[in-house]
């Protein structure tokens, strides 16, 4: 941001970190009590891990289904919230919160990596197994290339223009980039371990279309070695199958060997990680920092487990605090949904 | 129970018991093995439980499905005896089943 700019602030109650299954419920226990919430999440998609890691696994222990798969949990989710028209974020993380309330009148500036601004009387984290970032590869002293020359992600594909770009992996992700980069790029070379290639099979016959013209190189194998100085690489070393070594000149290294999950930004937030998880009580489940919760999987507190359930009964619960630092003056009284007509007129089915 | 040997990237060996009929991931877990991180908790999902194969239990380990094959494209510095270890059952004839975790996994 630079200085003149005028920064619009989103202003929500509450912000929450994570749209996986626990952050997804979290809207509907805050709506019902009148809270509405903004989403932010690293993915481009909704549904956390459900959707990313197992959308077509089944799941056995969800209470009252005895089978759903995780997309089919994230599809239901969705469907329920709808009446709290959740506002969601995807595509970005959240980098940095600054405390601007009291420990009694709680509220936060939260800035995304893509420069959102958002001002929310209560955060609640459910940010599971930490957000999904792209996997690095153990190549020595790639770390040093990192912004300049290896890219794991492309946000100016202009800044790619007249490059001499090697792309690593054999997915969705590396033949897209291959396509799209193929017009602005000095020279492309796609590098994969074997001659297969699981991503769309129009986006791989289009790339063997290109190789065959000589428009482009594709080489088998694994990169082992970075030539470069002062952060800017010049070559990269691939080992083929037979084990033979080619060094291929290049300006930009782009790996793609699918995501994992680091905790992040959030781990500077003062929250007093233990073994990188958000200590929580677990009558509110808050964390070290009034107003802000810690739900799902990413809290820990003596007996926790892991488990989808757990996350909905941490959602509820932090829900009643929330409403306080939300209504500070309206009293709030325990209600049922199968009867409190209150309750049926924000569900829309009264 | 089945004999399993996990040696990590130093050289480090750890033996432990896997029951018969888990997994050669979940044996790892289960004994605090350090070096497999499993992270989708064996959905073959994340690449992250990658393992070498002792030469010598290749045969008897068989070779990765189509989709672990496909999900070995997420591992690094994968070799021919990689084996995703969440897609390993442990039976009676892998006992002394030995195998190497890479240097990193996620």
Redesign the interface.
């Known amino acids: 941001m630079t200085q003149g700019q005028i920064e619009e602030v989103i202003h929500t109650d509450a912000l929450i970190v994570g749209a996986g299954p626990v952050g997804l419920f979290a809207v509907f226990e805050l709506g019902l009590l009148d809270i509405r919430a903004h989403l932010v999440d690293i993915l481009p998609k909704i549904g956390g891990?459900c959707s990313e890691?197992?959308p077509e696994?089944p799941i056995y222990d969800i209470p009252g289904f005895p089978l759903i798969t995780g997309q089919g949990l994230v599809d239901n989710l969705m469907k329920q919230i709808e009446p709290f028209h959740p506002q969601f974020h995807l595509g970005e993380m959240v980098v940095e919160l600054e405390t601007l309330g009291t420990p009694d009148a709680p509220l936060f500036r939260v800035r995304t990596d893509a420069g959102k601004v958002f001002e929310a009387k209560a955060v609640l984290i459910a940010a599971g197994?930490g957000s999904f970032q792209p996997?690095k590869?153990?190549i020595a002293g790639i770390d040093t290339y990192e912004g300049a020359s290896v890219f794991y992600a492309v946000r100016k594909m202009e800044a790619m223009r007249g490059k001499r770009i090697m792309i690593v992996?054999?997915?969705d992700s590396a033949l897209d980039w291959t396509l799209n980069l193929k017009p602005l790029a000095e020279r492309i070379t796609l590098v994969?371990?074997?001659d297969?290639f699981?991503a769309a099979p129009h986006s791989v016959n289009a790339m063997r279309e290109w190789v065959a013209d000589k428009q482009m190189d594709l080489l088998i194998g694994?990169v082992t070695e970075l030539k470069g100085e002062n952060g800017i690489l010049s070559a990269a070393v691939v080992k083929g199958e037979d084990g033979s070594l080619h060094e291929v000149a290049c300006d930009a290294l782009m790996p793609f060997?699918?995501l994992?999950?680091k905790l992040g930004p959030i781990a500077d937030w003062g929250l007093g990680l233990h073994e990188n998880l958000v200590p929580a009580d677990t009558a509110k489940f808050e964390t070290n920092v009034p107003g802000i919760f810690a739900i799902g999987d990413i809290n820990t507190y003596p007996g926790k487990l892991k488990l989808i359930l757990s996350g909905f009964h941490e959602a509820a619960l932090a829900a009643q605090k929330v409403h306080r630092y939300v209504y500070p003056d309206k009293k709030l009284s325990f209600q049922y949904t199968t009867s409190s007509t209150s309750l049926q007129k924000k569900l829309g089915v009264s | 129970m089945v004999q399993i040997t996990y040696t990590d990237a130093k050289g480090t060996a750890r033996t432990v018991n896997g029951e018969v009929g888990s997994t050669v991931m979940e044996t790892a877990i289960k004994n605090s093995i350090p070096g497999i991180d499993a992270?989708?908790g064996g959905?073959c999902?994340?690449?992250?439980c990658h393992v070498y194969v002792d030469e010598a239990f290749l045969p008897l380990v068989g070779a990765p499905e189509q989709a672990e094959?496909?999900m070995?494209?997420?591992?690094?510095?994968?070799r021919k005896n990689s084996r995703l270890s969440c897609q390993i059952k442990v039976t009676e004839a892998l006992e002394g089943l030995r195998v190497t975790t890479p240097?990193?996994q996620?």
């Open positions: 891990q890691l197992y696994k197994g996997k590869p153990p992996g054999g997915g994969h371990r074997r297969a699981r694994q060997f699918g994992t999950m | 992270e989708c959905a999902s994340c690449a992250t094959e496909d070995l494209d997420f591992a690094f510095d994968v240097t990193k996620g």
